[in-house]
């Protein structure tokens, strides 16, 4: 895929972004729809999107090939936890402040932004790699990112594992290892959901970023270091070893994607609910979402 095809892809995504922001300004989104709305997106559509991908009718990849590629998705994020360790230390972050970056190195927002992203630009045949690594994220975050955020008095419990999200992948990987036929009755209403994913979450997304503090946000270069290192440079490491290793172009694609995605919201919640401070989240979250155009793009025409 060509830099130019993904760079209008991604302008795609500027634009549903902006209609956020409009509907921001006029008082249709407000704080209390985008926290309804981005429920629905989490606990219906992106399930609906997962399993939806997996109901299509088309050639299948091998069970040894998934694995494979599952594999090839723990080991990366293994570097990442690994790296969410270095990296912080290496540009100079205050000491109070590496478990957060600890947390945006390792974090994407894979279900809010990823899956619908992914498949637009990749296409459906990568979101079962996606589903992958959407399973792989909600067990870390409760167990490893639990332990960052709270050294390690987090306390880790199991029902947290039982979102919709994590239930959906499972759904999904179910009905793909095994090729289960599901009927048209339940596969067009799932289709119908998966479908509003993409624009519902850059719809929200756009309104929250109207509030961002974009000025303050420029004053952080640690922050935009990180950025450069987390968002080009791993995913790019990433990829082109993938590559090497003789990975198909769309499981190296995939998972490049999955790395350089912007930093997810889940760290943010967790941190919030705890009464942590939360600047450096939120303007991680918001200069990676902001940068993801270019990030991306680069990534992608890399790899």
Not at 130 to 149: D, R, S
Request: hydrophobic share 55%; glycine share 8%; proline share 3%.
């Amino acid at each position: 895929m060509g830099t130019l095809v993904i760079f209008r892809q991604m302008i795609v995504f500027v634009i549903l972004i902006c209609i956020g922001i409009i509907l921001n300004i006029k008082g249709i989104l407000d704080v209390r729809a985008e926290k309804t709305i981005s429920s629905i997106i989490v606990n219906v559509c992106n399930p609906m999107l997962l399993i939806s991908s997996c109901i299509e009718e088309g050639e299948r990849i091998s069970h040894e090939k998934l694995l494979k590629a599952s594999g090839a998705a723990v080991l990366i994020y293994l570097a990442l936890i690994v790296m969410g360790f270095i990296l912080p230390r290496v540009i100079g972050v205050k000491k109070e402040e590496q478990r957060f970056y600890n947390l945006m190195c390792v974090y994407g927002n894979v279900g809010f932004i990823g899956i619908p992203l992914i498949r637009e630009i990749l296409g459906s045949d990568a979101l079962i790699y996606v589903t992958v690594c959407n399973l792989i994220f909600c067990i870390l975050i409760y167990t490893h990112g639990k332990a960052v955020l709270f050294s390690g008095k987090g306390g880790f419990k199991a029902r947290d594992l039982l979102s919709t999200g994590f239930i959906g992948g499972i759904i999904a990987i179910l009905i793909y290892w095994f090729d289960i036929t599901v009927p048209e009755v339940i596969a067009k209403p799932v289709n119908y959901g998966g479908a509003a994913t993409t624009f519902l979450s850059m719809m929200v997304l756009g309104s929250s970023l109207k509030s961002l503090k974009i000025k303050e946000m420029l004053c952080m270069y640690r922050l935009h270091a990180f950025t450069a290192l987390k968002f080009v440079v791993l995913p790019v490491v990433f990829g082109l070893t993938l590559r090497a290793a003789g990975f198909e172009t769309i499981v190296v694609k995939t998972l490049a994607a999955v790395s350089a995605l912007p930093v997810g919201n889940m760290p943010l919640m967790l941190a919030k609910e705890a009464g942590l401070e939360t600047k450096t989240l939120t303007m991680g979250i918001g200069e990676s979402t902001i940068l993801s155009v270019i990030t991306l793009t680069i990534v992608l025409s890399v790899v």
